[in-house]
């Protein structure tokens, strides 16, 4: 079977160094071994309220800041989800086996719910179906995501599985999650229990992808940690969520192991850790938001891209619903 490659990121305004170091950068190493999709799932997006005016605008930034971690558009399509309609025709059927059951057993769709009841809605209860479908309507087998979407991925595989069973069947391949690299969880850099999010209210508990250097160094410096050294081992740095974290980030952003950087920082002040940690943050994304900032210029461009892309991508997923649909007796 083709080993193919589909992910996702909600256009939900500005991208952070959790979405670059968690996924985007994985993305991209990614691309030379498989065949991939990468789309920007607008459709998730409406999960929450949106303005009509900045919705399709975020689409094109988030298309903006794959192509500036160097996605490459002539080897991976780069589409909005809304531009293939059969993500959400799949959606459907999928959704007629998919026990209500499993869909309460999502930690996310709780949390979210909880602190918002207006958000209890039909769209975010079956938003894991959707993500099933997204993945599914390629017959996607790799699905390279952050720590947060694996009970997600694991819905994926049940509803390929009861599908397959229902008919008989061995169609859709059980997809499996590619979760890489040191920095698999990005947390806040005001707490380290919570993850580092673009809906939380503190500019300063996430690095933007879009930020300027000064804004980097300034929340770097403003990180919260405690009084002590950097820890000597893994275990020890393990039971201090503020430091692990950044120690996380910077090995992370070195592309080295935790253990390397734990070997050669042991011992030394967050202070002055924290000045390096800067430098090496503003090497990496100074000229990836450059290159976004350029590629926004354009956005005439991005457009031709990502319609080129979609147009690409459509007839295998319109050839694999006709698939489906024989297979469960509807017409094609
Ligand atoms: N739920 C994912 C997130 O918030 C985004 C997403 C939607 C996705 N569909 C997907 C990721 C399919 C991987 C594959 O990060």
């Known amino acids: 079977m083709t080993r193919r490659i589909f992910s996702g990121m909600q256009p939900t305004g500005e991208l952070h160094l959790g979405n670059y170091l968690g996924a985007l950068r994985n993305w991209v190493a990614l691309q030379k071994d498989y065949e991939c999709l990468y789309c920007v799932v607008d459709l998730h997006a409406l999960t929450l309220p949106q303005d009509p005016s900045r ?191 950044l120690v996380t980030l910077f090995a992370a952003l070195e592309g080295k192991p935790k253990k390397d950087v734990l070997a050669r920082h042991a011992g030394r002040n967050f202070s002055g850790f924290k000045k390096d940690f800067a430098d090496l943050a503003v090497a990496v994304l100074s000229p990836l938001t450059a290159k976004m900032r350029d590629f926004m210029k354009d956005e005439a461009e991005i457009d031709r891209l990502m319609k080129e892309a979609a147009a690409r991508a459509r007839p295998l997923a319109s050839r694999h619903v006709r698939e489906v649909k024989d297979i469960i007796g509807l017409w094609t």
């Not at 025709?89 to 057993?105: A, V």
């Not at 947390?187 to 919570?194: E, F, K, P, Q, T």
Request: proline share 7%.
């Open 55 to 245: 919705l399709a605008r975020n689409t094109r930034e988030t298309a903006a800041a794959y192509f500036a971690a160097g996605v490459d558009p002539k080897r991976c399509p780069v589409f909005a989800q809304s531009a293939v309609p059969e993500h959400a025709y799949l959606h459907w059927l999928l959704s007629n086996h998919t026990p209500l059951g499993w869909l309460n057993r999502m930690t996310q769709f709780k949390d979210k719910a909880a602190k918002n009841r207006d958000l209890e809605l039909l769209g975010l209860y079956s938003y894991p179906v959707l993500m099933a479908a997204d993945i599914l309507v390629y017959k996607a087998t790799h699905v390279p995501v952050g720590e947060d979407q694996k009970q997600h991925l694991e819905l994926s595989r049940d509803v390929a599985g009861a599908f397959n069973r229902h008919y008989g069947v061995d169609y859709f391949p059980l997809p499996e999650p590619q979760i890489l690299g040191e920095a698999t969880r990005v947390m806040s850099l005001r707490d380290g229990a919570r993850k580092m999010s673009k809906s939380d209210e503190s500019d300063y508990s996430r690095i933007n992808l879009t930020d300027d250097p000064d804004a980097i160094r300034r929340k770097i410096q403003k990180a919260k940690t405690d009084p002590h050294p950097i820890s000597e081992t893994l275990e020890d740095l393990a039971k201090r969520p503020e430091a692990d974290n």
